[in-house]
């Protein structure tokens, strides 16, 4: 069979991207679920939550950061790369302290959506319950640090987006952790305003707005109607 000029199959279904594109970018504008957590269109890749792992003509990596090729058979939506989802999934779980049950972005927050569409029951490993204080020094923002999955989207915004540089992440892999630049480490010491687009980028809940939790009603939230697979294919319908 002769190949479509810029297409790839996933899970056999032909995939049109636009040259540059990542198998994650051309997948989602068609429509087409891969899991995915620390990806944001508008940040360069992290790839660090591996979620989106595909294989990719027999190889395994990470779709937001393969670039589409013409002929790539890519398998995304198996048992076996599911279960290493949700294996990859509990690990992040048991790694914070995800109460969802008393988080204010339960039914909003990313994590939770990928959970729950990879039918995702328990945590499987042991809790690691950090005790990472709270920094409630900032007027309008809060930040939970035992919430934090270390995407880095706020460090991206912050730095290249709205120029301030506010977070960064330090320490390395069992250490890692978010800080905030400032003399004293807190946000209250930082210019960092409602208005900068980091203080709305986290997936989860770890940076939130103040004064503005449980406005919506159980129902009406973000994923509550649609599942997060649901609104990719309704947002590439909407977007033809
Ligand atoms: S605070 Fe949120 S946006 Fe920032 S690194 Fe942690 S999870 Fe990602
Ligand atoms: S979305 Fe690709 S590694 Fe996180």
Avoid at 149 to 168: H, M, P, W, Y
Wanted: charged residues 20%; negative net charge.
């Amino acid at each position: 069979m002769s190949e479509i000029a810029n297409t790839f199959t996933l899970d056999g279904q032909i995939v049109q991207f636009t040259p540059g594109q990542t198998i994650l970018e051309a997948a989602l504008d068609a429509g087409l679920y891969i899991p995915h957590l620390c990806f944001n269109p508008e940040l360069k890749p992290h790839g660090s939550c591996k979620l989106c792992t595909v294989i990719v003509n027999g190889r395994s990596g990470s779709a937001c950061t393969i670039k589409a090729m013409p002929g790539q058979e890519v398998q995304s939506s198996t048992p076996e790369l599911d279960g290493r989802r949700r294996l990859q999934l509990q690990m992040i779980f048991v790694e914070g302290n995800h109460f969802c049950p008393g988080c204010e972005k339960s039914g909003n927050c990313k994590l939770q959506a990928v959970a729950y569409d990879l039918e995702m029951l328990n945590p499987h490993f042991p809790h690691f319950f950090p005790e990472r204080p709270i920094d409630a020094s900032h007027p309008d923002v809060m930040i939970d640090f035992n919430r934090c999955i270390l995407c880095e989207q706020c460090v991206q915004t912050s730095r290249d987006v709205d120029g301030k540089n506010i977070f960064a992440l330090a320490g390395r892999g069992m250490k890692s952790h978010l800080v905030i630049n400032s003399p004293s480490g807190k946000l209250g010491d930082t210019d960092f305003a409602l208005t900068d687009k980091a203080a709305h980028v986290c997936p989860v809940g770890a940076i939130l707005e103040k004064r503005v939790g449980y406005a919506k009603p159980i129902g009406e939230r973000k994923y509550d109607e649609q599942t997060i697979r649901e609104q990719i294919a309704a947002d590439a319908e909407g977007g033809l």
